[in-house]
């Protein structure tokens, strides 16, 4: 038999109190024959009248209270029928010779014994009808002492009082008992479990949330039903879990994940809890609760094979990669065999994503994985280990045949790919290291051949691309040296030890300074003043360039406006700041300008950014709108070196430039060289024909400052003038210049 609910219980309880009810009634009846035997003079009609009734109450017990309860006419016939038992009271009263004593008691039994199924107002109508059937009784009657009157009146007052309190605080009972089940079946219903007990070989509750989780119909659900769901490879272990489940102590909980058939025919992942409570008398089964875990085990094994599957390529990732190089380094150390790892990396694959987009690139790399597998054994892995980088563990290779294989790699990266009506040919750089004899495959080694790896494979890389390199122990020392490096600067810039140093720039031919241009000195606490070329290629190279330049040009800005505010004349003295290519394509060069400013105050005019003639021709689009952005900020424009790149009079037109810098290299040789002084005269005159100011540098001696006033340069600046120096021996410099009468 199936747990009843709690609209069920309540119910057949009110069942059992009206069966109860009856039962008094037909004892109150049987105890009215034996008062009218014993004190009535003359039974009269009564005995023939209250025999039938009660044994009229006694058959109405057997009556199926719990379906005609359910009526909706029910409530309002058992009211009725209390009322009724009070006029048959008042009735059989009339004739007792002691009604006053009688009628209140058998008043307070009816009261007390409705209470227990009505509600609060009909039970306080039925309590008053008592009282006022009393009334009327003794006003019928002869009327009795009146104290004994006020105290039977008050007695039945206080009765229908305490029942009316008893009827509602079982309301209030029934109601939170009521919300309490209701909160329970909502929390099965909505919940992600499925529960079912099971005792006497037969299922005894299902959560409603059965049907939606397991397709089966709560209400219906057998054991039969339980078995039919087990997968039939599943079903003897199923059957001997829950056998075991059984003979378990009581409140012993186990788990079986198995496989359960929906009702639409598909089967499901489940994990099935069990709890033993036979032995609670309360509960008295087997409580299990099932769970669709279907969706958690796929996505459990999607995320299995994310963590070891290239998403792009369906190669094994570096995840993988570094659990077989570890398992082929352990095989290596037992059998003395050879390990080897190639990195591969696609050279200007960026260009690719940049032009066709990432669909295109994908598509590329996909194709290049299929030919590099081609190329391989099929005991070899090859492993995309992220962007446009592969790697490929060989073993059991010597120097021959990794050359072969090197070979055949780089030949097949090389055949052309036709991507979207385009016809690609990519090149790759790759590096070869070879795990050293004795070494073990533990965490370490593994991160060493991969290490070495890509070093070589930036060896080729660095060599021009399209080609192989192999691992030597001098590439590892050079990076050691380059991170000790990076690391040095690193603190260097955090400790403040970089000087930001000034060489004039003066007009020609009056030598008047009329600017600076900012230069950036390293104050190393061991090795002394060091000059730009012994850290700007580094800081170029591994980015700290874009704070260092950050820094001189906050640094300079700071400086000139100095001067403009306290030396009088100086006003339109103006600074130079190199920017470097790295500095060129950070995104934020633009904000950086923009706070430079505002920070110090500097009239935007007064400042020039210089740039490299070669730097200009990298992107053309990206450099003028670059370039249009700082002038919007106010900031004039320099090429640096000109004439030693390769721009054409066409790109310079686009350009918003507002001055050339010739570079010291053709400066040197003007009184000597015929054409580097053709060249020079070509380049002022390109100036003036573009209304551009040019700027001679590296002036060392009288004869080319001479000669290139002649020609019509308009400044200069070089040791002729003064060498670069320290804000407070320029500052003396400009206020001399500036002095009046100077």
């Not at 005995?47 to 109450?57: D, E, G, T």
């Not at 002869?142 to 009082?161: A, D, F, K, Q």
């Not at 790759?428 to 070093?455: C, F, I, N, P, Y």
Request: net charge negative; aromatic share 6%; with cysteine.
């Amino acid at each position: 038999m199936r747990w009843a609910d709690f609209q069920t219980r309540q119910t057949g309880h009110l069942a059992r109190q009206v069966r109860l009810n009856l039962c008094v009634f037909a004892a109150l009846t049987v105890m009215g024959l034996v008062r009218v035997e014993l004190a009535w003079p003359e039974p009269g009609w009564a005995p023939a009248a209250l025999a039938p009734i009660a044994l009229l109450l006694l058959a109405a017990t057997r009556l199926r209270w719990e379906h005609i309860l359910q009526r909706s006419w029910a409530y309002g016939a058992l009211v009725t029928g209390y009322a009724a038992s009070f006029a048959a009271l008042v009735l059989f009263n009339l004739p007792d010779p002691d009604a006053s004593v009688m009628f209140p008691v058998g008043a307070m039994v009816i009261t007390v014994a409705a209470a227990g199924t009505i509600a609060t107002r009909a039970t306080v109508a039925l309590g008053t009808a008592g009282v006022i059937g009393y009334l009327a009784l003794l006003a019928v009657d002869r009327l009795p002492e009146t104290p004994l009157v006020v105290s039977m009146t008050s007695m039945m007052v206080v009765v229908t009082g305490l029942c009316v309190l008893t009827v509602h605080n079982r309301r209030v009972q029934h109601n939170q008992r009521e919300e309490a089940e209701q909160r329970a079946a909502a929390l099965l219903e909505n919940g992600s479990d499925a529960v079912v007990a099971i005792a006497g070989g037969e299922v005894r509750y299902a959560s409603s949330s059965t049907g939606r989780i397991l397709g089966r119909e709560a209400a219906t659900l057998t054991i039969a039903d339980l078995l039919a769901m087990a997968h039939p490879d599943e079903l003897e272990s199923v059957k001997k879990w829950v056998a075991d489940l059984r003979a378990a102590e009581p409140g012993h909980t186990a788990r079986l994940e198995s496989r359960s058939l929906h009702a639409d025919g598909h089967y499901l992942d489940t994990e099935v809890t069990g709890t033993n409570h036979l032995a609670n008398p309360a509960i008295g089964a087997l409580i299990l609760s099932v769970r669709d875990v279907t969706t958690q085990n796929s996505l459990r094994r999607e995320l299995t094979r994310q963590a070891f599957e290239d998403p792009v390529t369906g190669l094994p990732n570096r995840a993988l990669l570094r659990d077989r190089i570890a398992t082929a380094e352990r095989r290596h150390a037992r059998t003395a065999g050879r390990v080897s790892l190639l990195v591969i990396d696609l050279d200007d694959f960026k260009k690719v994503n940049d032009t066709l987009g990432h669909p295109a690139g994908d598509e590329l790399l996909r194709r290049v994985a299929v030919r590099m597998t081609a190329a391989l054994r099929p005991s070899d892995t090859l492993a995309r280990l992220g962007g446009d980088e592969f790697a490929v563990l060989v073993e059991d290779l010597d120097d021959l045949g990794l050359h072969t294989v090197t070979d055949r790699l780089l030949e097949a990266v090389r055949e052309p790919v036709r991507i979207a009506n385009n016809d690609l040919i990519v090149t790759a750089s790759l590096g070869v290291a070879t795990v050293k004899a004795g070494e073990t495959g533990d965490g370490s080694a593994v991160d060493e051949l991969m290490r070495d790896a890509d070093l070589a494979m930036y060896a080729a890389k660095s060599a021009g691309g399209d080609r192989a390199a192999v691992f030597e122990p001098s590439m590892y020392a050079a990076a050691v040296a380059e991170a000790e490096a990076r690391g040095e600067m690193e603190r260097a810039l955090a400790a403040g030890e970089f000087r930001v140093v000034y060489q004039p720039i003066v007009n020609l031919p009056g030598a008047l300074p009329i600017g600076v241009e900012a230069l950036v000195r390293w104050d190393h606490p061991t090795r002394g003043l060091l000059g730009p070329g012994l850290f700007i290629p580094h800081a170029e190279k591994t980015g700290l360039i874009i704070g260092l330049g950050a820094f001189v040009l906050r640094e300079a800005c700071r400086q000139v406006a100095d001067w403009h505010r306290n030396i009088p004349g100086a006003e339109r003295v103006r600074v130079s700041v190199n920017l470097s290519a790295r500095q060129f394509q950070e995104p934020g060069l633009v904000d950086v300008v923009r706070g430079a400013l505002t920070d110090s105050g500097i009239d935007p005019e007064r400042v020039v950014l210089e740039i490299t003639e070669s730097l200009l021709m990298t992107d053309v689009d990206a450099t003028v709108e670059t370039l249009h952005a700082l002038r919007g900020l106010g900031v004039r424009i320099a090429i640096d070196d000109f004439g030693t790149g390769y721009s054409s009079l066409s790109y310079l037109r686009r350009f918003p430039i507002d001055i050339l810098k010739i570079d010291k290299a053709f400066i040197d040789g003007i009184t000597v060289s015929q054409d580097d002084a053709t060249l020079v005269e070509a380049v002022v005159g390109l100036g003036k024909a573009l209304r551009l100011q040019t700027v001679a540098e590296g002036i060392e001696e009288e004869g080319q400052h001479e000669m290139l006033s002649d020609l019509g340069c308009t400044y200069g600046q070089g040791y002729l003038f003064a060498k670069p120096g320290t804000a407070e021996e320029i500052t003396e410099f400009v206020r001399a210049a500036y002095r009046p009468g100077a």
